[in-house]
């Protein structure tokens, strides 16, 4: 005579059997979610007691919910845009020019795209600089076609021109094929140490196409002034202390006649279908009221 115990095990046995014969397609499906219909009962009992756990959890009063970071408002209707962009910027960035964080780099992205309206990434097609947070110094113009000289550079004469040429050449190989797309590419001129970053030997010629006239969003951290550039020219040098360069065109809007060098932001602008203009981004219109300059 079998016992209880062993006529429930063929019981069992039995009604697994009758299961596979008659669903075999959810028989699979099962499988297929790693489980087993012998071990139904501890999946079930794991279920339970998982569901106990989360109901103590929420009935449960929190504890040092003073300690969790205070939530960034970023809609303030109290402020014009700018003014809520540097409140937020003082708020998210550390006092000292560093490398951010991963986590810190993607709340700027999502404040920047809601704020300014322009799609940007620390990171775009896995590429990523050695910094996004640094400061950023004035450059010189540059020769957009041989024999291009200052005087074609007006109204900005202050700053010369380089004597030689950007890290990608000329822009134009003559005068005339210079286009108009060509002169503000030159006009609103970044620089990025590419030189510096650990792969750029090894990964050409790839990162210096990839690099070429990349568009880059440039942020004024005190001001909030924000322009879209475009990257021309490799450095500055470490030694300088300064990590990222702007045409002379580009720091006048940024900071003014006196900007030399300031902290800035420096993001990819994410713009497959190259829609995003080169120049200032004058998000103010947002609220129908002047620019903010400080």
Same mark, same amino acid.
């Given at each position: 005579?079998?016992?209880?115990?062993?006529?429930?095990?063929?019981?069992?046995?039995?009604?697994?059997?009758?299961?596979?014969?008659?669903?075999?397609?959810?028989?699979?499906?099962?499988?297929?979610?790693?489980?087993?219909?012998?071990?139904?009962?501890?999946?079930?009992?794991?279920?339970?007691?998982? =569901? *106990?756990?989360?109901?103590?959890?929420?009935?449960?009063?929190? %504890?040092?919910? /003073?300690?969790? $970071?205070?939530?960034? !408002?970023?809609?303030?209707?109290?402020?014009?845009?700018?003014?809520?962009?540097?409140?937020?910027?003082?708020?998210?960035?550390?006092?000292?020019?560093?490398?951010?964080?991963?986590?810190?780099?993607?709340?700027?992205?999502?404040?920047?795209?809601?704020?300014?309206?322009?799609?940007?990434?620390?990171?775009?097609?896995?590429?990523?600089?050695?910094?996004?947070?640094?400061?950023? =110094? *004035?450059?010189?113009?540059?020769?957009?076609?041989?024999?291009? %000289?200052?005087? /074609?550079?007006? $109204?900005?004469?202050? !700053?010369?021109?380089?004597?030689?040429?950007?890290?990608?050449?000329?822009?134009?190989?003559?005068?005339?094929?210079?286009?108009?797309?060509?002169?503000?590419?030159?006009?609103?001129?970044?620089?990025?140490?590419?030189?510096?970053?650990?792969?750029?030997?090894?990964?050409?010629?790839?990162?210096?196409?990839?690099?070429?006239?990349?568009?880059?969003?440039?942020?004024?951290?005190?001001?909030?002034?924000?322009?879209?550039?475009?990257?021309?020219?490799?450095?500055?040098?470490?030694?300088?202390?300064?990590?990222?360069?702007?045409?002379?065109?580009?720091?006048?809007?940024?900071?003014?006649?006196?900007?030399?060098?300031?902290?800035?932001?420096?993001?990819?602008?994410?713009?497959?279908?190259?829609?995003?203009?080169?120049?200032?981004?004058?998000?103010?219109?947002?609220?129908?009221?002047?620019?903010?300059?400080?």
């Amino acid at each position: 005579m079998y016992d209880f115990r062993t006529k429930l095990k063929l019981k069992s046995i039995e009604a697994q059997s009758d299961f596979k014969k008659n669903f075999p397609e959810a028989h699979q499906f099962l499988l297929g979610k790693g489980l087993e219909l012998k071990n139904l009962r501890q999946y079930s009992a794991k279920l339970i007691s998982a =569901g *106990a756990i989360t109901g103590s959890l929420l009935l449960t009063s929190p %504890v040092n919910i /003073n300690q969790l $970071p205070a939530p960034i !408002e970023i809609n303030n209707k109290n402020l014009i845009p700018q003014e809520n962009f540097i409140n937020i910027l003082q708020k998210l960035l550390p006092s000292e020019v560093r490398p951010l964080a991963r986590d810190e780099e993607k709340r700027l992205e999502v404040i920047i795209s809601d704020i300014l309206k322009i799609k940007s990434k620390a990171t775009l097609e896995g590429e990523h600089l050695n910094t996004v947070y640094g400061y950023i =110094g *004035a450059e010189q113009h540059l020769k957009r076609y041989p024999g291009d %000289v200052l005087e /074609n550079h007006g $109204p900005y004469y202050k !700053e010369g021109i380089a004597p030689g040429l950007g890290a990608w050449g000329y822009f134009a190989k003559s005068k005339t094929d210079l286009t108009s797309t060509l002169e503000e590419t030159e006009k609103w001129y970044s620089v990025v140490q590419t030189l510096y970053l650990p792969d750029w030997n090894s990964r050409q010629p790839y990162l210096r196409d990839w690099y070429k006239h990349r568009k880059l969003l440039i942020v004024n951290t005190i001001n909030g002034n924000a322009i879209v550039t475009a990257l021309a020219d490799s450095g500055p040098a470490a030694w300088t202390g300064k990590h990222f360069g702007g045409s002379p065109e580009v720091m006048e809007y940024l900071g003014g006649a006196r900007y030399k060098k300031g902290a800035v932001l420096v993001f990819f602008v994410d713009d497959p279908e190259n829609k995003i203009k080169l120049g200032p981004v004058v998000y103010n219109d947002l609220s129908g009221k002047d620019l903010l300059k400080i």
